[in-house]
């Protein structure tokens, strides 16, 4: 029995789908391990009881929040066949996520001018664990700046339309994932410090 196109693009994007989903699966139980390490070491007599977490990580989880709206904004307009609002929405989001990863950094310089430090004699075991959380996110989130940097680019040549948006839609739900789970692991920094 053949396939026709259209049966070969719904099982193609199935498939794709649930890769993707079976990845994000795997990281979030890597963040869940990492979690109770965390919860696990809070019982440490060098456990920092006054720590409280900058005020740029804050600003990057709004950052990151209104990103999520604007790639999911961009897979709409696509799906409307309007590239014009299409390529909006994808620069907005782009400049978002690179706002993100630098709004960590500065609260990592936020936190060492406050004395904290992430590594050697002078770091607390509650400083490194964020420092280890963090960037394993921010690694994460690098993944998801080339693929939208791919999207991007793919965009720009005419690849995505009202009925073949595959790659936009991966896009989203992977910026989805990294955003839900940036806002858990900055809800579970911020009460179970």
């Known amino acids: 029995m053949t396939m026709t196109k259209d049966e070969h693009q719904s099982r193609t994007a199935r498939s794709y789908k649930l ?9 979030t139980m890597m963040f869940a391990g990492l ?3 965390f919860v696990v070491s809070k019982s440490r007599v060098d456990w920092l009881k006054d720590f409280q977490l900058p005020s740029a990580f804050l600003l990057s ?11 999911h904004l961009a897979k709409k307009a696509i799906q409307r066949d309007n590239h014009k609002a299409t390529t909006q929405w994808l620069l907005i989001t782009l400049a978002l996520g690179i706002s993100f990863v630098v709004l960590q950094f500065v609260g990592f310089g936020q936190i060492v001018a406050q004395g904290y430090f992430f590594t050697g004699p002078a770091s607390s075991i509650t400083t490194t664990f964020l420092y280890i959380v963090t960037v394993m996110h921010l690694l994460h989130l690098a993944g998801g700046l080339i693929s939208l940097l ?9 690849k995505y339309n009202a009925t073949q948006s595959l790659g936009i839609e991966l896009g989203v739900m992977y910026w989805h994932f990294l955003d839900l789970l940036w806002v858990y692991l900055f809800l ?6």
């Open 19 to 27: 890769i993707l989903l079976f990845a994000m699966v795997s990281m």
């Open 35 to 37: 979690t109770s390490a």
């Open 61 to 71: 989880t709004f950052a990151i929040l209104v990103s999520s709206i604007t790639f």
């Open 150 to 158: 791919i999207i991007i680019y793919n965009h720009f040549k005419q």
């Open 188 to 193: 579970f920094l911020y009460f179970f410090k």
